[in-house]
């Protein structure tokens, strides 16, 4: 009947089900002061889940959670020794809510059962941009039942202890593409 999943994922991220990139905003994790606060997004996951085995995924990047030194001659505000680079980005969490049309509820929640790898982006800095080596790109972990062999378990760490808010505002979307000529 519908599927929500709620996400909290450090530094910033794009939340995947089935191989559908979920919702439209482009900063999914506002800025705040992470120890004292950190917002959940909700995502309407209905229609983008099938009968059996799916597949959810995120992909990590820095944000101001985590502020990497780009390289040598690229812009930069901020460096890892600032007061407000906290650590590695990570996934905080992931709650799926399922109702069945029965009535029933049931709960996928992240776990030590999840696995990670390093994707394609190289780089992911807020003022010097991204690298992406396209060569690590793989689309099949979008597909339920992928190999994963090669992927790494998860390293379970204590949540913050800032407070868990909703998103209450409207998060940055894209108001032009242009398409190169």
Known sequence: ?????????????DFWANGKRQGTAYLNQPWSQYDKTLYWTDFDVTKSLKKGANALGMELGNSF????????GRYTKGDSQSD?????????????????????????????????????YQLSHVHSG?????????AAWFQAGADMSEWKPPVVTPAPK???????????????????T
């Open 1 to 13: 009947k519908r599927a929500t999943a709620r996400v909290i994922g450090l530094g910033q991220f």
């Open 65 to 72: 959670y985590r502020v990497a030194q780009p390289p040598a």
């Open 84 to 120: 407000f680079s906290e650590g590695r980005p990570y996934l905080l969490a992931v709650e799926l809510t399922i109702e069945h049309t029965d009535g029933t509820t049931m709960r996928v929640t992240t776990d030590q059962n999840w696995r990670w790898r390093i994707g394609p």
């Open 130 to 138: 991204e690298d992406y080596d396209a060569r690590l790109d793989s």
């Open 162 to 180: 800032a407070a868990l808010e909703p998103i209450n505002f409207p998060l940055l979307t894209a108001h032009e593409t242009w398409k190169p």
